[in-house]
């Protein structure tokens, strides 16, 4: 990643280019830490070229922020792409951070406050829990868990992670062999599932692939007679090293909304 400053006065412009990740953390984090150390605690950061920001890097935002709030100051941010604008409004952090169109508006609020216009962003999903509506692929087992049930792969989206499993929905429609009619029998708790998913917030594919156990699940019918499901689920069978990169995650997440918790305006 590539940081450009820029200074206006008492503001201090930083524009990102690239991955901002834990790879790359220690050494920007210490580089802005020693900006807010001499004295630099309006910050308008630029997120316009920024192509991936992970959890670690989105705490370290939220952490900075509350630093420089606590000596007087403020972090607004500019413009952010559309991965992070997609990362802030699935985290909440969209209301978390005053979030302006243009660098000279980020400028102005240091001086007009209320008076300047922030960007309104939408959340992409209304459900508070989404993760990152990532895609998981899941086949039902037969009873014994000896053989996999139909032909391909059902598709549903994860709607949030903990320790040891996640939640995802579905629903009834296309071709799928899984129907509102045969929900009951295929899908339910103690059914054995295998499933593939990617991890959210990462910047290159990868795939988790395991075998899991349905825990519980909640079944509507809208008013065109479809099924939608939210289905639990917890990890019977998976890679050890798979099952703490997702552990981890999760930690961390918990640890990121306790931060993020109690913060903003």
Known sequence: MKV?????GDVTILSFIGEFDAYNLPTFSG?????????????????????????????????????????????????????????LTVLGLHEFFKIFETEEE???FFHK???????????????????????IMFRPRDEKGA?????????????????????????????SALTTDNFDEM??????????????FVAKTKFFEAEAAVMKVSKDIDDDGVTEARIHIEYTKIDEKDRKLLDGFVDDLDDFRGEVKGGGE
């Open 31 to 87: 580089k802005i830490d020693n900006l807010i150390e001499t004295g630099n605690t309006k910050l308008v950061f630029n997120l316009r070229l920024m192509t991936f920001i992970n959890s670690s890097a989105l705490g370290y935002l939220v952490q900075t922020k509350k630093r420089v709030e606590e000596l007087g100051g403020n972090l607004v941010v500019i413009t952010p792409s559309k991965f992070v604008r997609k990362a």
């Open 187 to 200: 899908i339910h708790p103690g059914r054995n599932l295998t499933v593939k998913f990617r991890q959210p």
């Open 113 to 135: 406050g209320g008076d300047v216009k922030e960007m309104k962003i939408e959340p992409e999903d209304a459900d508070a829990d989404a993760i990152h509506e990532n895609a």
């Open 147 to 175: 053989g996999l049930l139909g032909p391909t792969p059902q598709v549903g989206k994860i709607s949030s992670l903990y320790r040891n499993g996640l939640q995802f929905r579905w629903r009834a429609g296309g071709r």
């Open 106 to 108: 980020g400028v102005l």
């Open 4 to 8: 450009e400053r820029k200074q206006w």
